[in-house]
Every structure is written in C-alpha cells, then in structure tokens.
C-alpha cells in the first residue's frame, strides 16, 4: 500500500455511502472479539500485543524494538511473535533469526531480530508462533501488530495512533481506514501516540533517525545534506519517510512501493549515478546494493509515555494484572 484514499482522512460523500459497509465490517469484528473472549489460548507466559486500528504504517515496529530492548535490559528473556508478512515460507510457524530470508519470513520479522538479538518467532498461527519461543525459554511475548488476532490471549495492549492522521474519518474499513471502530482504544492498556501529543494518549514517541548505513563496501561517500538523493520506502505510510529525509537536510527524489514490497534486480538503478537512501526494513531485502544506504531509526518515548510503559511493564513481570 503507496498510500491511502483522501477521503480515508477526512469526511465526504463516499465514505458516507459506504458507511453501511463499514457498519457491518465494526460489528463483525466485535463479533469476533467477544467469541474470542473465552476462548482465547492463555501462554504459561504474559503476552503484551503492540497494535493499531489504521491500516498501513502507523510507526509501530520500531515500539516494539524500543520493548525488546527495554525488557531485555530490564533482565527479561523477551520473545518477539508477528505474522511475517510478504514471507512466503511453505511451513509456519518459523523461527526467525538475524539472517533469515525475509523472502520466507517476512522483512519485519528479520529486521526485529537483527536490531533486538531477541528470539523471534512468525506465522500465521500466532498462538503456535509464540508457543515456539515460550518452548525456547521466553518469559515474556511481545506480539506485533496482534491487536485484532484475537486467538492469543493478552495480558496487556498497547495501541499506536500516528498523530499526523489521527483515525482519520473514523470510520471502519472500506468506508474508512480503521481495522476496529474507535471505542476500541478504551479498552486499552495505553494509548501512545507516534510522532506528537495526541488526545486520548498516555504520551508519545519520536522516530529519531540514526547515521546512513551503506548497504555493501563499495557505496563510495556518504550523502551530505543538500545532496539530491533517491528515497525508497516500501513502508505502510512512505511520506513519514521521504519528510523525515527532507528534514535531515536532503533533496528528495521520492520512489514509493507497496509496503513489503519484494525488490527484484535492477530496481534500484535509476540511471543518473545519484545515492539511494531506502529504509532499514527494506534493506534487509536489498543486501549488497551499490550506491544505497539504508537510515535506521529509533523509537524515543518523551517522559509520559515512558513512565506509562515502565508502570505496565512492573505489572506484567511482576504477575499483577495490567490496566
């Protein structure tokens, strides 16, 4: 997905006559939820889901590096579980190491276990997926973009809101760009949103960009700011990228895919001999490109949101009840 329809973002004529459609779709999903209540497979270990209700990027994965890394330092053996989108293993589940094939398991999958060094773990099957890394010593499961697998039981529920685009006209899917209607976030542990403040949420984080990172050893200089480059992004919302680009100094010439895009040979060369800067979740399927770098960036709570993060996390491990 390259991007979403305009009228997802604000109120007009076509999502009103649709608004049935996303009636239905609401209530089928709280269907769901409410089957899944008492039926839901409970882990011999806390599951925390990280999640969201817009579709496409919403900043997500790297939250959940930033609690990887967290409860790993916070002495926890935490294991990482997500579906492993664009992988097209024949088995599931898999476990998932730093260099996995993305082409099999996915490329948020890798690039989880290449920033966390956690045991990882994708599949369809979330419940068999964590099973493997509860099997492998993980006392804790953080669980990617697992707000609406109902199946796994959770102890606790952070939501992402992306506080450019809010929940755009709030209405559920095809009317709108929600997965759930918008009374879902009350049922939440805590809302955090992504980028600025945002009402309804504990606090927010900032995606701070780190140094470009050459994707092999021939890539020559560095870009320098004011150099015109070539920005890929294969990413649920590619605009976050090519601004944060723009922000860092860059003349950007903008190539969106859709997200999880599967890059094929010859696809980065664009002809003019100019750098290629592609996000770190694209890299991972692009190693040895020539001329290309790839910009990590990390997740940077502002004091509100970490404190709220630290409070759920002392109940998780500490076998109280998150609220």
Known sequence: MT????????????????????????????????????????????????????????????????????????GRRCGVVLRGYGGGARHWPQRVAPDSDPAAVGDEAVLIARRTGCPVAAGPDRVAAARLLVEAGCDLIVSDDGMQHYRLHRDAEIAVVDAARGLGNRRCLPAGPLREPPDRLADVDIVIAQGAAWPGARGHYALAPGELRPLSGDTGPTPHAGQRVHAVAGIGHPGRFFATLRTMGYEVIPHAFADHHAFVPGELDFGDGLPVIMTEKDAVKCPGASQAWFLPVTAVPDPAAAAAIDRLLDRLTQGGQAS
């Open 3 to 74: 991007g979403i329809p305009g009228w997802w973002l604000h109120r007009r004529l076509t999502d009103r006559l649709l608004s049935p459609l996303g009636a239905l779709y609401a209530a089928a999903g709280r269907a769901r939820r409410r089957y899944w209540q008492s039926r839901a497979v409970r882990l011999p270990v806390p599951v925390l889901v990280v999640g969201n209700l817009f579709v496409g990027g919403s900043g997500k994965t790297p939250l959940v590096i930033h609690l990887a890394e967290h409860l790993r330092n916070r």
